[in-house]
C-alpha cells in the first residue's frame, strides 16, 4: 500500500526556518517524482516545488523560488522541503503528493499524504 | 501566467448529474486531471489525462476535453460526491484551477 506521511510542520516566526519531512512507502521511491503543494486556509491549491526521482532535476513556483529548497535521500525514501524567509502568506497545510513517473514535467499526482500545518506568525 | 476558470460552485440534486467546468484558451491541447477533497482530507485523484480513471474511483466519474473546456461529470450523483473538485494541467510547471465546491441537494 502506498503511503506518503508528511512531519516537520508548526508555528513558526516570519523569517524563521523550518523543515518539512515526507516519509513515502509501499513504492519504488527513486522512480518517482515527488512535489509538494499547500493550501493557505480556505483557499484553493497552489503547487510550491517539484523533484525528479533521481534528485538531479528540480522546479519550483515563482512565490517561493530562493526561499525554499526541495531535496530527498532515496536511500531513506524520504522527501524533503527546506523553508527560509518564511513569511505570513507561506502559511498553509503542506501537502506532499506523488507523481506517477519519475519526470516532474507533464505529469499528475496518484497519491497525496495527508498535510502537515506550517503556521508564521508572530 | 497560465490560469485555470472554473466555477466557484456547483449543485446538484440528489441522483442527478453534476457538470464541473474547467476553463482555458487552448485547454483542449493539454491533459487535464481532476481531484477531489473532501473536508479535512488530502485530494484524491478522480480523472486523469482528461478521461481516465484510477482504480477505485466509480464509473459515476467520468471527464471530457475539448477547445477551451475541460469538463467532469459526476452522474447519478451521491451525498458522498460532496467536495471541492479541482482541476490540474501543467504549462512549464504544476497549475490547479480554483476549485470547485460540489453541494448536493
Known amino acids: 500500500e502506498v503511503q506518503v506521511l508528511e512531519s516537520g510542520g508548526g508555528l513558526v516566526q516570519p523569517g524563521g526556518s523550518l523543515r518539512l519531512s515526507c516519509a513515502a512507502s509501499?513504492?519504488?521511491?527513486?522512480?518517482?517524482?515527488m512535489s509538494w503543494v499547500r493550501q493557505a486556509p480556505g483557499k484553493g491549491l497552489e503547487w510550491v516545488s517539484g523533484?525528479?526521482?533521481?534528485?538531479?532535476?528540480?522546479h519550483y513556483a515563482d512565490s517561493v523560488k530562493g526561499r525554499f529548497t526541495i531535496s530527498r535521500d532515496n536511500s531513506k525514501n524520504t522527501l524533503y522541503l527546506q523553508m527560509n524567509s518564511l513569511r505570513a502568506e507561506d502559511t498553509a497545510v503542506y501537502y506532499c503528493?506523488?507523481?506517477?513517473?519519475?519526470?516532474?514535467?507533464?505529469?499528475?499526482?496518484?497519491?497525496w499524504g495527508q498535510g502537515t500545518l506550517v503556521t508564521v506568525s508572530s | 501566467s497560465y490560469e485555470l476558470t472554473q466555477p466557484l460552485s456547483v449543485s446538484v440534486a440528489l441522483g442527478q448529474t453534476a457538470r464541473i467546468t474547467c476553463g482555458e484558451n487552448n485547454i483542449g491541447y493539454k491533459n487535464v486531471h481532476w481531484y477531489q477533497q473532501k473536508p479535512g482530507q488530502a485530494p484524491v485523484l478522480v480523472i486523469y489525462?482528461?478521461?481516465n480513471r484510477p482504480s477505485g474511483i466509480p464509473e459515476r466519474f467520468s471527464g471530457s476535453n475539448s477547445g477551451k473546456t475541460a469538463t467532469l461529470t459526476i452522474s447519478r450523483a451521491q451525498a458522498g460526491d460532496e467536495a471541492d473538485y479541482y482541476c490540474q494541467v501543467w504549462d512549464s510547471s504544476v497549475v490547479f484551477g480554483g476549485g470547485t465546491k460540489l453541494t448536493v441537494l
Open positions: 509501499g513504492f519504488t521511491f527513486s522512480s518517482c517524482a
Open positions: 523533484i525528479s526521482g533521481s534528485g538531479g532535476s528540480t
Open positions: 503528493a506523488k507523481h506517477v513517473s519519475s519526470s516532474i514535467w507533464l505529469n499528475y499526482f496518484d497519491y
Open positions: 489525462r482528461d478521461s
